[in-house]
């Protein structure tokens, strides 16, 4: 069965808006999380990673006002896209492992479309 | 950023062959990992090697490492239309083994 559940898998909004992705672990307690994104037809680029009970820690180039992370517990994090634009479109994928170097189990994505 | 890249960007072949990919990457790594993507979905990983192996298999699959030149390959066997996907190598920084990033990858598509 799925080790992680994300969701939604697809949202549309519009300009402005906020938009929680929610990723769930459930095979197992997670203090970190990954959270991904991928533009069509391209790698996935490591966005951040989440801490529980902690600030998650956000790669260069990525706006941490703009993708706030919450990881409140050992089996829920979230991402929300704060006054989302067209530009932020794009797939969404958080990802967990049981331990550090270990595979990593994935979500199967949320698809954001801004309009 | 970016740790790897991989080639080819994109690979046709008929059913029945053989698949090779091959992967770079740029630091020293604890072990290197491959994950198929389904379009549209999540990754699913496929095989891990640690730094210390030189060869591994699973199945159809064999995977290769070479430190020194830092690079893998990924070969799959008897290819299978199911086969066709997207195909990442991945790697974790040995300074910072929580930290997986992922390569260009490599888009197969199997020809019935």
């Known amino acids: 069965g799925a080790v992680v559940s994300q969701h939604p898998s697809r949202v549309i909004c519009k300009s402005g808006t906020s938009v929680k992705i929610e990723c769930r672990s459930l095979?197992?307690?997670?203090?970190?999380m990954f959270w991904y994104r991928q533009f069509p037809k391209q790698s996935l680029m490591l966005m951040a990673t989440?801490?529980?009970?902690?600030?998650?820690?956000?790669e260069q180039g990525v706006e941490k006002d703009k993708f706030l992370i919450n990881h409140a517990s050992l089996t829920l994090s979230t991402l929300t896209v704060t006054s989302a634009h067209p530009e932020d479109s794009s797939f969404y994928i958080c990802s967990v492992n049981r331990d550090r170097g270990s595979p990593l189990h994935f979500g199967n994505g949320t698809r954001l479309t801004v309009t | 950023s970016q740790q790897g890249e991989e080639d080819p960007q994109a690979l046709s072949i008929q059913e029945g062959e053989n698949a090779t990919m091959n992967c770079s990457y740029k630091t020293s790594i604890n072990n290197l990992q491959w994950y198929r993507q389904n379009s549209g979905r999540g990754l699913v990983h496929l095989i891990l090697?640690?730094?210390?192996?030189r060869e591994k298999h699973s199945g159809r699959l064999r995977v290769t490492l070479d430190t020194s030149k830092k690079s893998s390959s990924l070969l799959i066997t008897a290819s299978r239309a199911a086969d066709t996907a997207s195909y990442f190598c991945a790697t974790d920084a040995y300074s910072s083994a929580s930290k997986i990033i992922f390569g260009s990858g490599t888009r197969l598509s199997i020809r019935p």
């Open positions: 090697i640690r730094s210390n192996e």
């Open positions: 095979d197992f307690q997670a203090t970190t």
């Open positions: 989440s801490n529980e009970g902690s600030k998650a820690t956000y």
